[in-house]
Structures are given as C-alpha cells and as structure tokens.
C-alpha cells in the first residue's frame, strides 16, 4: 500500500525505514533561519512538531521522553535550584522542571526562536512551563552558551535534534567540557544521546566522548521507548561525578502527586538496565 | 516525501501511522489458507516476515521479541520439562527455548504450516531451533489444541498475532481457561498482549480476561522495545500463582554464556517496572 503525499508526513530514515503519520491538517510550515518546521493536527499522534524533516515532538507520547530526560536527574538532586536546558524549544523540559518547587531559575537556550514561538502557540500544554516566573528563554548556540559559564548550574539537560545541522555542535567533545565547568559540584548533566539500535555509532561515540570527560564511572546511559523516533529505544546518558542515578532518592516522594505519566522511582532505577547488546556496545 | 509502493514496504495501523521499509527484493509473496504471507529482503531491518500485512518478524529487532517473550519465564523456571508455544511459527521462540537442556519436550502449535516453512526456508536462523530433536511440529488450531491437555505443561507461550483474522482466538477467555488447565503445578504462562501505548484497549481486556482466571496477583505484565511493531513499547503478561518473575533467579547463570543479545538477568526484573499510565489502565 502507498501513502498519498497530501495526507501523509513521513520520516525516511537513512533511506531504509520511514514513519508516517496521517495529518487532517498542516498548521505551520516555515523556514527559519535555521531548519524548515512544520506541525501537523493529526488523529493517530495528535499535534506532531516536525524540525528539519524529522518527528520533534508529538502529544501522543512526548511525554515519554519529556519525562524520562528531566525526572530521572531531578529525583535524585536534593536540592537543584539552578538549570539549564539547551535545545528543548518545544518547552516540554522546563514544564517538567518547573513542578519542583526548590528550583530558582531555569534557562532555555534555544538557538531558534521560531521553534519557542510555534511551541508557545501550537503546542500550549507541553510549552507551559515557559510562562512560569523561574524560566527564562535565551536564543543562543548553546555550545557558545554554556561555555560562559563555570560552577554555575545544579542541573544541565541537553535536549537536542540529531547530529545535523543545527545539533551538531551539541555532540562535540569541546560541548561536553563546556558543560562539565559550567556545573556545580554535586551537579548533574542529562543528554539525550539518539537511539543504540538504529544509531549505535552515535550512541557509541557520545558515550565515548562523556566518558572522557567525566570520567567512565560518572557516565551512566538509560533507555526509555520513544515509539515517534526511529528505532524507537530512545538513549539518555547520565553524567554526575557524585549522584548514583539508581539509589534511593531523597526527592521522589515529591513526584507522588499522579501528574506524570511515564516516570516513577521503580521507572528510574529500570531504565538503567541495560539490555545486552547496548552494554556490549559500550563495554 | 511521498514513498513509492514498487520500493516500500508499508503497514498501516488504523489509518492514523504506518511504518515502512524500503525492500531491495520480495523474496515471498502467497495467499495460504489462513492469510497472505509476504517476505522481504531489506537493508534497515534485514529479512521482513509480514503475516495479514503486519510486520511479525524483522532480522534487525526480532531477538527482543523472542528473548523477552522466553527468557523471564525459563530463567525462573528451575526445572521446566514440557513447553508448548501457541503461534509462533518463525520457530523464534522455540530456538530460545532449546537453548535450555533440562527442556524434554517443546511443541510448537501453529495453524498456519506455510508460516513454519517459509520461515525454514528464509529465515533460517531464526528458525534453527526446529531442527533440535526435542522440538515437534503440529499445525493446528492452537485454542483447540491445548484444550486437549490437563496438567501437562511447565510454560506455555502465546505468541500470537493481534486479534484479527486467525489470531483472534487466542485473545478469548475460555482459550486463557484451558491454558490454565493444561500447566503444572508451578508451571507458567506468558501470552503476547500487544501495545499499551497504541492498543490501550486490547491490552487491558487480555489483563483483566488473565486476572479473572488466574488470579489477579498472579497475572504480571511486562514490557520491551520492539521497533517493527506498532507503537514500539510492546506488551507480554507472565501468568503464575506460584514462581515469581521479579526475583532472584535460579537458572539466570545458565544465560551468562553471551548467547543473547537483548536478556540479562537485570533487564528481566526491569521489565516489570511499569510505566505510570501503564499501572493507571490496569488498576
């Protein structure tokens, strides 16, 4: 069966496996100074962000992987009052930050206000926490960004698109240093590091690279599933010099309230095991 | 980006997403009494085995299905003899389980035997376990089937395709009742039970028909990752009044040989760590 183009978004992947979704509407279709973004009113996945030609965001199950990038880290920091978010203009990280109470400031720096703004408009659940008081947006090159800084944030996510175009730079090495001066001690970065089934190269070279610099025991990768991005098992990696991300942790009663939807402690502690050929990839 | 039918394969679920791999060659394509069986030869995902126009087997991502539908049962088994598997007839699930020497006897029940030789034929090392001596063949309706048996089997597994078509019978509570029936004291059960994420509604009728006739403690979902389905985060329900799949495990040293490639003992007790809204549809 063929997929007709004018009711079809689809994602090729490598030109081997593609994922499509059926669109009853194009809300948004423009060319920032960066990347073409486009969003789509579907039934199956809901509104769906498309950046660059690749599945950014859908309410269907973006909360997955809002939740599984911020939870895990937050749960575990006793008391982060300062975070930094690079890339995620979607707002769905900073509106997972925002629920703890401890935390003073967060900064988005989002090198594409086009993709804030779209959010802000078409996506107002998942871009809710821009609106509180503690966040704020900058419209920077994180990798410039970040590298201002030293001993300054309790907590760094990177949320990025694929290694291409503009998220390149955020898989650099010089990036992965930048953050590590730019944390506090006790601090903790969270980097989404795509996908080890579909993407193992990249999978393995970030893990390689954040081992170098934090040093292989500080560097933990976890896993959660994605089903919008190719390959589906999505892969975050840990970095923390001085939290152990499976432990108990001090803050997860605080997460007891029924408003999330994929995160728990027993979640947490799970996705750090490994199955056996993504711990071969990085043994 | 429109995809050309002479090049793609695409399965489409209910006409809201599809997913789609690009072929180099159709290795197979027969209408049997049962269903159109289609196979492909593709670079992203290896060999495609599509059964009704739904992806059953990939090359690429199958070991997670076979290993996560065997494995947490056999390596909390101490001593399972007698294991029948109902559908299945790619042999995946029976090459796992003849990976176990205290197995005596491993029937597969498949309705469909153009299934079982077209997967001998051109998936071969999926299929090798139906070569080993303890493995038979019986082509026949698997609901009827194991209605013969009374206290006969340590594990049975359903490895069925969605409800429809002639998978549909193992969705049925009397088949769940004869399951029952047909295990041993201490024996188990483990049924396919499809995607929480995008099957919300056959996913909670298969939990609550298996916690009505084992028990509702007994009856234990878990979950893995498997790309080629719909929905990626797939469903599997662990039915036992007597082992407990989420401890220690007598046999796990038994799988410490490197032979898998998804099963530790670690990803088991994982597994089981459902997603919050996973808990919420099945409270």
Redesign the interface.
């Known amino acids: ?5 004018s009711e ?1 978004f ?1 994602e ?11 669109y009853s509407k194009k809300l948004f279709d423009r060319v920032s100074e960066f990347q073409r973004i486009e969003i789509f009113q ?4 809901g509104r769906v962000l498309i950046l660059g ?1 690749c599945f950014m965001v859908t309410e ?2 973006s ?2 992987y809002h939740e599984m990038l911020v939870h895990p880290a937050m749960s575990v920091l006793s008391d982060a009052r300062r975070v930094l978010v690079i890339g995620g203009g979607d707002g769905g990280a900073v509106t997972e930050i925002v629920k703890y109470p401890e935390v003073e400031s967060v900064t988005l720096c989002e090198i594409d206000p086009m993709v804030v703004q779209s959010c802000l408009d078409y996506f107002p659940e998942i871009s809710a926490g821009l609106s509180d008081s503690r966040a704020q947006v900058v419209n920077d090159d994180g990798a410039a960004y970040v590298a201002r800084f030293e001993d300054e944030f309790d907590l760094v996510l990177v949320d990025s698109t694929d290694p291409v175009g503009p998220g390149a730079a955020l898989f650099e090495r010089t990036f992965y240093d930048a953050i590590k001066r730019s944390l506090r001690k006790g601090g903790v970065a969270v980097l989404q590091t795509e996908s080890p ?2 993407m193992e190269k990249e999978f393995v070279k970030a893990v390689t690279d954040l081992r170098e610099v934090f040093g292989r025991p500080a560097v933990r990768p976890y ?1 959660a ?3 919008s991005y190719p ?3 999505w892969s975050f990696t840990f970095c923390s010099r001085d939290v152990d991300p499976v432990g108990q942790a001090p803050s997860d009663p605080r997460l007891a309230r ?1 408003d ?5 402690p ?2 947490r ?9 993504v ?1 071969r990839l990085i043994e």
Do not use: H, N
């Open positions: 069966m063929s997929l007709t183009e079809w689809t090729i992947w490598k030109d081997q496996t593609a994922f499509s979704v059926r579907t039934e199956g996945m030609g269907k199950d909360f997955i089934l579909l896993l599933t994605v089903p390959g589906g098992l029924g999330l939807q994929y995160y728990t027993a979640v502690r799970a996705a750090f095991a490994l199955p056996a050929f711990e």
